[in-house]
Nanobody, 122 residues
């Protein structure tokens, strides 16, 4: 069974940075489309970034474009999300997911990690 495990969340002040990691087992991440999503309390889950074809295709939501960068490290089979210039509105539970479609729609992703909390204070 494919497993994804996120780490790297925490508390940071506005303007700070965090790097999230998503470690995978039983699947080569380069063979999947991979996405980062977040969900704040009382809000719908939001697709932030997607990467496919081992990195040849990638896209970001407007809300994070220019601040967040997704990267795939093939030797360690780990997906990263570098988050810079964090804002209080970035506070949410962040999850990685794997699927087969180049999409930011959560419905297109079948395997999910448990999530890691990011809290940004003003």
């Amino acid at each position: 069974q494919v497993q994804l495990v996120e780490s790297g969340g925490g508390s940071v002040q506005a303007g700070g940075s965090l790097r999230l990691s998503c470690a995978a087992s039983r699947v080569a991440l380069s063979s999947r489309c991979l996405g980062w999503f977040r969900q704040a309390p009382g809000k719908e889950r939001e697709g932030l970034a997607v990467i496919c074809a081992g990195g040849l295709q990638h896209s970001y939501a407007a809300s994070v474009k220019g601040r967040f960068t997704m990267a795939l490290d093939k030797p360690t089979n780990t997906l990263y999300l570098q988050m810079n210039s964090l804002k209080p509105e970035d506070t949410a539970m962040y999850s990685c997911a794997a699927g087969l479609t180049y999409s930011l729609d959560e419905a297109d992703f079948r395997t999910w990690g448990q999530g890691t909390q990011v809290t940004v204070s003003s």
